[in-house]
């Protein structure tokens, strides 16, 4: 059983930085995909963001890919989600997610594909 704690979410204003952490209890963390997803209410969770477990290979969403990067540090257990430039529609509860990947050239970019979640931190953007 994973334990996945998100950390780095607060208020921002629109155009600033933040960058999330997800810190995982599992010592075989580099075995695990971990992505990103927000969810706004009323709304289904929206993928921002997935590394594979090596860190060799990330995937962005269309609307984040230009001012956001993941990263992860195995060692430490922990995946990043670096945000920059800020909007509004940025504001969301964010979650990290993990799995252990049945393809390793797959792109886990769904919600349903992922087991393992976290409590989620909230992001709020100031306009």
């Known amino acids: 059983q994973v334990q996945l704690v998100e950390s780095g979410g607060g208020l921002v204003q629109a155009g600033g930085s933040l960058r999330l952490s997800c810190t995982a209890s599992e010592h075989t963390f580099s075995s695990y995909v971990v992505a990103w997803f927000r969810q706004t209410p009323g709304l289904e969770r929206e993928f921002v963001a997935t590394?594979?477990?090596?860190?060799?290979?990330?995937r962005l969403s269309d609307s984040m890919k230009l001012r956001t990067t993941i990263s992860r540090d195995n060692a430490k257990n922990t995946v990043y989600l670096q945000m920059g430039s800020l909007k509004h529609e940025d504001t969301a509860v964010y979650y990290c997610?993990?799995?252990?990947?049945?393809?390793?050239?797959?792109?886990?970019?769904?919600?349903?594909?992922?087991?393992?979640w976290g409590q989620g931190t909230q992001v709020t953007v100031s306009s």
């Open positions: 590394i594979t477990g090596d860190g060799g290979r990330t």
């Open positions: 997610a993990a799995r252990v990947p049945y393809s390793l050239t797959y792109d886990y970019i769904h919600a349903l594909e992922y087991k393992y």
